[in-house]
């Protein structure tokens, strides 16, 4: 499809990601990465570079690396070569990075994922330049003293993988896109813990503008967004401040930019470098990075099965609608959940509208995760087979759920029999309540008869009514059918 234009403008958009690496210690030394330390505490002399010390690769990081390549169908590189990046801030200690240049670990790979677009769902694939392997710098902390800055070298050293895309982005909704479905893979094949608040996935966007067809516009690159909400409040704002400078006749010049989430802003930060910049050299301490096929080979064996592939596998063995596998597919807890679910009921899709609707409006209304879910899959499916085998209704099945996720009852079956939420199913019983309702109203039996269905309905109403809402509503509608010729 043809982008959406802005005044006139098409949008550009590439990302950097910088995502945490689930590792124990950092990628060159054995100080933890737990979160949360007192400032200055985990920094060891290897990630501070002190005379005498050597930095040694930390063999799980690079295990990382490569279920990601796996994950995103990249090269994973049989041998690739560290470099230093230099440039000097307070919170690097070294005055440069370790990081990959030249020959990076991850090579190529795309992301797919669908997005709405009208009343269409559009597949869309954004290619990766490569994902390396990098050490964190520290922090700096400006807001906790008054006229000095502090730093805090707990970070430093720890493990990341720069994830690098084409500038294949088009719109601020692709490119939040394309961040959820990145966060749901990492998450998924269990490299990354996903906590954008502790900066465990922090997102940079290239954004630029240019006219149809012309060439690439000169970007700017927003820092570490944090969070979806953000990232798409400061790419649609750095779209309009770009568009309106162009239009004023300014040239944008290339930067590195923050966003103000309490303006809702952008500012530049720094006049962006380039790579020469960095003077990139091989670092001398570390040799080539070997990766063995068969080392390759062990960590596919072991990979989970990834989202993508388990959306359409529930497509094909559960024939689901494309929405609902994507949706079910957010997560694997959410994946998991339903397929057992489903399973234990047999009825994959009432399985899905359940865990889609009322567990997912529960969860998001008390900010808690699947982990957390207070109705089983296992209680769940035995409340949709009484749904399904006429038992209870659609309205009294919202009563049990609701009992189930407040500790109010822990079997279906009892709270079903404890609240008197059976379906009166007896026709006999019935045919009597029916007969009773079409004796009381004769002008609505005469009004159906003239073919007006709103009588017909409000007859159901009265039917439903006398029988205190427990009468099975297609029973009804058959026999009532049947009274009325």
Known sequence: MTAQLINGYEVVIGFETHTQLATQSKIFSRASTAFGAEPNTQASPVDLALPGTLPVMNKKAVECAIKLGLALGSHVAPQSVFARKNYFYPDLPKGYQISQFEIPVVQGGDVSFYLEEGKETVRKTVRLVRAHLEEDAGKSVHD?????SGIDLNRAGTPLLEIVTEPDMRSTAEAVAYAKELHKIVTWIGICDGNMQEGSFRCDANVSVRKPGGPLGTRREIKNLNSFKNMQIAIDYEIRWQIEELEDGRAIQQATVLFNPDTGETRAMRTKEDSADYRYFPDPDLPPLVVAESWVQEVKAAMPELPRQRA?????????????????TQSQAMADYFEAAAKAC???????????????RRLNNEEIGMDAVKVSAAQLAALISRIQDGTISNNAAKQVFEALWTGEGADVDAVIETKG?????????????????IAANPANVEQYKAGKDKAFNALVGQVMKASKGKANPGQVNELLKAKLG
């Open 421 to 437: 939420l059976k379906q009166m199913n007896d026709s006999g019983a019935l045919e009597k309540i029916i007969d009773e309702v």
């Open 144 to 148: 906790e003293f008054i006229g000095q």
């Open 312 to 328: 359409e596998r529930f497509v094909a063995d559960y024939q689901l609608p494309e929405y609902d596998a994507t949706t079910l």
């Open 346 to 360: 047999g009825q994959p899709k009432l399985a899905s509208n359940w865990v889609m609707g009322e567990i997912s």
